[in-house]
């Protein structure tokens, strides 16, 4: 039996004989896409297989979509605007294909989960005060008209799990800076986004809600754009604190890789791959692995057992900030190395009067004389603060590194964790072979 294929397909530019978009009552009742076709006097029809929304449609709060059909059909479901106050449901393989100016927004709306879904060439997703589960879910060609990213949230906690995120025209997840929210976005792939070229990041995440931002287990991949950073999370208006959680993410090919500025921040950074991040063409604007610009000393981040090499910079860390990058009780074993630029090999650069602990890291070699030489710090400017980076982390003789290591094989599990390099029997969620990710 073949499997059921939906496919949505958003065509602002449609003609109708109908003049008003269709709304759902707000009665708690439930739609499906042919309920919709009977009730909405041509605001939606049915031609070649395909469903056409001609006009607006809203689902009320109280009220339910739920696209589950079961039939031999390939279905092409081609909508204009989407507004979701009420409930979704996508449980069958669906395709939402719009035609750059139209958009979907769930405004106040319940817990909706979305599986299996191909989101393309849409002007945006938004989310306003709507906690979204998007599971298996692909987000490519979006437009700009609509919303600045694929996806922008407002004052929710939306989950994006075993996700992919291709070629949009701006950054994939985005939200403003002065609204908070705190998504988890676990074992998901970013690639080549932010075609424009424009200054933003893949992901581009304002201050945190109650709850902690979770990157985990993901794939951030530029795409030749020099403009294009990988990560940045920002909360430069100091709204309330955002706690960040970076853990097991293979951040490569981008203008940088981790930014983090503002105020009130607690990012914890493990286990974590910044690698070739050297799009940016002048050094002076940008390149580093991980950079920490911080307003006060509530700018805090803690790095354990990330390896950070091949960038202009390897982390720079700028104006005020506090930084915990190991200490004699818990050594970071980060490998730094190889980070060069046009002036030379920065694996640590201190642009600040705060002092840093970097205690038992590894640094492409055992000789302190040539570590002293790769971290810029007091010794260099007494304005600057001092890095206390011995002892060094040698990993029982580990041996000197000159090429950036090429990691392809890994596993995660849904929920990020690194499970190694074999897939175990009965496994759940994401592998990579030879560059490229597989989902499970």
């Known amino acids: 039996m073949k499997k059921l294929i939906v496919t949505l397909m958003l065509i602002a530019g449609m003609t109708s004989a109908i003049d008003a978009q269709w709304v759902s009552p707000g009665s708690g009742e439930s739609y499906t896409l042919m309920d919709i076709v009977e009730v909405s006097n041509g605001a939606m029809v049915f031609e070649g297989g395909n469903f056409f929304i001609m006009q607006d449609v809203t689902i009320s709060e109280g009220d339910v979509l739920a696209i589950n059909e079961i039939s031999d059909t390939h279905i092409a479901l081609k909508l204009s605007t989407l507004t979701i106050k009420g409930l979704l449901t996508i449980e069958s393989p669906t395709w939402i294909l719009g035609d750059d100016v139209s958009g979907i927004c769930f405004d106040?709306?319940?817990?909706?989960?979305?599986?299996?879904?191909?989101?393309?060439?849409?002007?945006?997703?938004?989310l306003i005060e709507s906690n979204i589960m998007f599971m298996g879910c692909t987000f490519t060609g979006f437009s700009t008209e609509y919303t600045s990213a694929a996806v922008t949230y407002m004052n929710c906690d939306p989950s994006f799990t075993m996700c992919v995120f291709t070629n949009n025209e701006g950054p994939a997840i985005a939200s403003g800076a002065n609204v908070q929210g705190s998504p988890s976005i676990v074992t998901c792939?970013?690639?080549?986004?932010?075609?424009?070229?424009?200054?933003?990041?893949?992901?581009?995440?304002?201050?945190?809600?109650?709850?902690?931002?979770?990157?985990?287990?993901?794939?951030?991949?530029?795409?030749?754009?020099?403009?294009?950073?990988?990560?940045?999370i920002n909360n430069i208006l100091a709204i309330g604190t955002t706690r960040v959680s970076l853990t097991n993410n293979y951040v490569a090919n981008n203008r940088y890789g981790y930014n983090q500025q503002g105020d009130n921040i607690?990012?914890?950074?493990?286990?974590?791959?910044?690698?070739?991040?050297?799009?940016?063409?002048?050094?002076?604007?940008?390149?580093?692995?991980?950079?920490?610009?911080?307003?006060?000393?509530?700018?805090?981040?803690?790095?354990?057992?990330?390896?950070?090499?091949g960038n202009l910079w390897g982390v720079?860390?700028?104006?005020?900030?506090?930084?915990?990058?190991?200490?004699?009780?818990?050594?970071?074993?980060?490998?730094?190395?190889?980070?060069?630029?046009?002036?030379?090999?920065?694996?640590?650069?201190?642009?600040?009067?705060?002092?840093?602990?970097?205690?038992?890291?590894?640094?492409?070699?055992?000789?302190?004389?040539?570590?002293?030489?790769?971290?810029?710090?007091?010794?260099?400017d007494p304005s600057l603060g001092l890095v206390t980076y011995l002892p060094l982390w040698d990993e029982d003789g580990i041996p000197e590194i000159n090429e950036v290591p090429a990691i392809d094989n890994r596993v995660y599990s849904v929920d990020g964790r690194y499970l190694g390099t074999e897939v175990p029997e009965g496994f759940r969620g994401v592998y990579i072979r030879n560059g490229k990710k597989y989902m499970k």
């Not at 299996?116 to 002007?123: D, G, I, N, R």
């Open 189 to 232: 792939q970013f690639r080549g986004n932010n075609t424009a070229n424009t200054n933003s990041p893949q992901i581009n995440l304002g201050p945190g809600g109650e709850d902690e931002i979770v990157i985990a287990g993901c794939e951030i991949m530029g795409d030749g754009h020099n403009m294009v950073g990988g990560i940045s």
């Open 316 to 380: 720079t860390a700028i104006n005020m900030h506090n930084i915990d990058m190991g200490s004699d009780a818990s050594w970071g074993h980060n490998r730094i190395f190889k980070n060069v630029n046009t002036t030379g090999e920065f694996d640590l650069y201190n642009n600040s009067a705060c002092d840093i602990s970097a205690v038992g890291n590894f640094w492409g070699t055992t000789n302190e004389e040539l570590v002293e030489e790769y971290i810029y710090h007091k010794t260099d």
């Open 266 to 309: 607690i990012a914890v950074i493990t286990g974590n791959e910044f690698l070739s991040n050297d799009l940016e063409t002048n050094p002076m604007n940008g390149g580093s692995g991980i950079s920490i610009y911080g307003a006060s000393t509530n700018c805090k981040a803690t790095l354990r057992n990330n390896t950070i090499a």
């Open 108 to 126: 106040h709306a319940h817990r909706s989960e979305i599986d299996m879904t191909s989101f393309e060439y849409l002007a945006g997703i938004n």
